[in-house]
């Protein structure tokens, strides 16, 4: 399952993330204080998420899975801040994901993905 999202990231294969959401997934983001719900919408933010968190110093550094649901712990440098973060991810028996859950930290690390994640997420929907 987690193997799928893996192969993602590590070739940035953005475009890709659709076919791994199941159609009723939900995203619970660190800057957003709704769910975002849908296939469609969800693959928006997470396409956003992989212009604004993936750059050469991302890396998931810790995995914990139990059964079909992983938190995996990563760290990245955006503009000269150190981010530490978890995605915990949850898949249905179809290997499709149905849960994504973001947290991030320090506070400066999400004001500064809070504006970045707007501002890409703006750049998306007028392409």
Request: proline residues 2%; charged residues 20%.
């Amino acid at each position: 399952m987690i193997h799928h999202w893996h192969t993602l990231v590590e070739n940035r294969q953005s475009d890709k993330i659709t076919e791994l959401l199941a159609d009723n997934v939900v995203l619970h983001s660190p800057v957003v204080h709704t769910e975002v719900k849908g296939k469609q919408l969800v693959s928006l933010y997470l396409h956003a998420a992989f212009h604004t968190f993936l750059n050469d110093s991302f890396q998931y550094v810790r995995e914990f899975n139990n059964g079909n649901q992983y938190v995996l712990e990563f760290s990245t440098e955006i503009n000269g801040i150190t981010v530490n973060g978890v995605d915990m991810i949850v898949f249905d028996d179809n290997e499709k994901i149905v849960d994504f859950k973001v947290m991030v930290r320090p506070l400066k690390a999400i004001n500064l993905i809070h504006q970045a994640m707007g501002q890409m997420l703006e750049k998306l929907q007028t392409n």
